[in-house]
Structure formats: C-alpha cells, structure tokens
C-alpha cells in the first residue's frame, strides 16, 4: 500500500515539474492572428459544405460514366443484370456525421427519401425527376421514411422495374405532388462505389465496382474514367473473382495435404493458385472493357495513354496500389492497340462490338 501511494507521489512530482518546466518554452514573437469562435464557426461551416459539394460532384461524376458502361455492357453480364432508372436517393441518414450538418441545412435532408440528382443521361433525368424531388409513392407502395429507407426505397425501385419496363413515381415538388412515368433499362447488376481513401486505386469484388476519391482525382476526364471503370466491370462480368476463388480452393487442397505431414506451408499453395493467370486475367478485363468502352459511345483513341501516365506517375508502386494490382507492361500496351484495330474493323463492317470467344477445344482423338 505504502509503495503504490509513493508511486502515485513520484508521478504527481514529476507531473508538476513537466508544467514548471513548460513554462519556461520558448513562445512566439509575433502577435498573429487570433479570430474568435464565431469566425471559426463560420469557416467550418463552410468547410463542411464544401466538403459536401465535393462528394455529390464525385458521385454523379462517377454515375454519370458507370451507368452508360453498364447500360452498354448488359448483352456481356448474363444473369447478373437488373433493370434501373438511374437515380441518386438520400435522406438524412445517407451521410456521415461529418457532413450531416450540411446535407441537413443545404440538402434539406430529412427523415424523407429525396432525389439526391438523376443520373445525366439516364431515364430519371429523362422522365425529368430533379434533385431535391420527394418520393412519395413507388408505384402503389408508400416509400418509408427514417433509418434504413432509402436502401428500402431502392428495392423498392428494383421490384417495380422488374415486372414492367416502367415505374411510375409520385413525388412531391416544392408543395405540388406529381405523377412521374419512368421507363427503366436493363444494365449490369454491379454497383459502382466511391470510397473515400486517398490512394490511386479501383478494383472488383465480384458484386460491386469500388472506386477511390484518389482515382476520381487522377483521372482527367470521363475517357479515363470509363477506362478505369469499364475494366473494373469487366472483371467482375468476366468471373474473374470466382476463378481466382476457385484456384485458391484447388491450391489450398496440398496445404492441407501438407499440414498432415506437419508442414506448415502457411498457404503457399492456395495463394500460389489464386494468382495463376492473373496476368491472362488482367488482360481480358482490358480486352472486354475496351469493347464495353465501344458499345458506351466513348472514345478509345489514345486509351493506352493512361496507363503509361499511371507507371510514369507511379513507378515504385506499393502493394496496395492499383499499378500493383494491374501491371503496366509493354505488352499491355501493345494488345491494347490490337483491341481498338478489332474493334475499327468491326465498326467499319457494320458488326456487332461483341468480344470475340475462344472457340472450345476439341477433344484428341
């Protein structure tokens, strides 16, 4: 007891003299400026909108580019299709505490479900649904309010194009309800996220594309984009996650093997397997985006460009970054320009801008 109290003594000493010590820091000569809590109030207000801004124009920068690619790309995804109107929903409860304070007083966000902005080009905008419209009905069903509604909403959406080609709205426009008539389009079913992290990056999880606030910001315009997007998508309508699961299953079959011999191969084999034909892997998904890059209407002039100012700007690539992932080769280069030939003689004979399949091999007799 005695030696805990004379611990706690020496700390509290050695505490005092810290702040004694403190005291006699050298401190500024100047006398800066000091704005008072108001000032800062505002500023950070204003940040918080600013802030709030950027992350819708990255959104409908990045809507505005996925959707044509998964509208285009919808022949190429099989099963994996949905039909959308291509609509941003919100309400309250969409954004972080962070920028809730500015959705709330710029937004008007509120427990309602609300037209965050159609999609430019989509059948929303078309049908002319605007941002800040209020969803009332979707079809017969009232849309919910609160927590978890707008995700509600959206299945809600997805249930109504399903049976019918069109959805009719009710929405409610500065005090006036209207009826909206909505067709609704068939595109691949792989939503298109922007995360927020700094590092240059996109990748494929098999469901969704994922796109960071870094890439939004390399990228210079929509062709980059829809380079980076398209490819993204072409992994995932490709099955390339699932082959790469597949292979690692089949690898890991000889840790186990091994494990019951009392080797520990710490998953050498299953890793090994998962990264067999990733470089044929990669290579398609720059083949098949090509080709969805086609179908979308946007140029493919120069595509090659871009990735040769990923690997200048990036030429020491960590592990995590999107160069490491997809490897900038001459001989990525070279079959990209292969691809846009394939596709100019295509378009030139009136063909469809469908990528060509391996025909199956035939059995050795």
Known sequence: MSRHVSRRGGMLALAVAAVAALGGCATPSTRYAQPDAAAVAEEARRQRELALQTFVARHRRLDRVAFRLLAAGAPLCGERTVRSIGVRLFNRHTFGRELREAAVSHLRADESV??????PGAPAETAGLRGGDVLLRVGREPVPEGR???AKTLRLLREAARVGEGVRLEVLREGERLSVPVRAVRICDYGVVLARADEVNAYADGRRVIVTAGMMRFVEDERELALVVSHEIAHNAMGHLKARMRNYLLGSIFDIIAAAYGVN????????AAQAYSKEFEAEADYVGLYLMARAGFPLEGAANFWRRMAAEYPASIRRSHTATHPATAERFAAIELTLGEIERKRAAGAPLLPERRKP?????
Request: charged fraction near 15%.
């Open 114 to 119: 609300r037209v965050l902005y159609p999609v």
């Open 148 to 150: 978890g509604a707008v």
């Open 265 to 272: 191969t710490q998953g050498m084999f299953g890793q090994a």
């Open 361 to 365: 091999e035939q059995p050795k007799t």
